[in-house]
T-cell receptor
Framework: KNQVEQSPQSLIILEGKNCTLQ??????????LRWYKQDTGRGPVSLTI?????NTKSNGRYTATLDADTKQSSLHITASQLSDSASYIC????????????FGGGTRLMVKP | DGGITQSPKYLFRKEGQNVTLSCEQN?????MYWYRQDPGQGLRLIYY???????QKGDIAEGYSVSREKKESFPLTVTSAQKNPTAFYLC?????????????FGPGTRLTVL
């Protein structure tokens, strides 16, 4: 069964600090991996998408990495801001399965002043 | 102003009642999806539609029904047969049904059964 596991479940950091969120998956065969940001009570918004051949991708202060061999991804947030407080969801797509996605449970990040 | 909208934002239902959640998109997307989100769990697929007048069951379709009479609209009915309907419901759409087609999400509807 395809699974996506994220850690930690929740995280509290001070404004200006960096943090790294982890994602491990068992989805196979792999197509792509996305990180979504979901503000409380809102729908998720895509931050990055990574395919098999991509190791790193950045979007402003967000940098995602992918190790397709170990089936791990991370999302690094640099110089955190209060507006980064949200849930971050790792989503993996299976090749030849259309647009059927496997969602992780998310990491809830709180940035405190 | 393009996007995907859901209504209502909050919905309260008495046990035994059916309720319908609205989802509309003006992105000209072919594919639309309904997900359920429970605290601490990943989103779970309820139904999806790749084209007008066609839809398929997802992982947790029991107690739900959908229709896709128009490209822009994909309403979800939560029936009285759904044993535990209290949840956050998210609608999404994508240009196509391929693995690289990004799914864009609506703002969600929070359903509470009283």
């Amino acid at each position: 069964k395809n699974q996506v596991e994220q850690s930690p479940q929740s995280l509290i950091i001070l404004e200006g600090k960096n943090c790294t969120l982890q994602c491990n998956y068992t989805v196979s065969p792999f197509s792509n991996l996305r990180w979504y940001k979901q503000d409380t009570g809102r729908g998720p918004v895509s931050l990055t998408i990574m395919t098999f051949s991509e190791n790193t991708k950045s979007n402003g202060r967000y940098t995602a990495t992918l190790d397709a061999d170990t089936k791990q991804s991370s999302l690094h947030i640099t110089a955190s801001q209060l507006s980064d407080s949200a849930s971050y969801i790792c989503v993996v797509s299976e090749r030849n399965a259309g647009n059927m996605l496997t969602f992780g449970g998310g990491t809830r990040l709180m940035v405190k002043p | 102003d393009g996007g995907i909208t859901q209504s209502p934002k909050y919905l309260f239902r008495k046990e035994g009642q059916n309720v319908t959640l609205s989802c509309e998109q003006n992105l000209n997307h072919d594919a639309m999806y309904w997900y359920r989100q429970d605290p601490g769990q990943g989103l779970r697929l309820i139904y999806y539609s790749q084209i007008v007048n066609d839809f398929q069951k997802g992982d947790i379709a029991e107690g739900y029904s959908v229709s896709r009479e128009k490209k822009e609209s994909f309403p979800l009915t939560v029936t009285s047969a759904q044993k535990n309907p209290t949840a956050f419901y998210l609608c999404a759409s994508s240009m196509g049904a391929g693995g690289r087609d990004e799914q864009f999400f609506g703002p969600g509807t929070r359903l509470t059964v009283l």
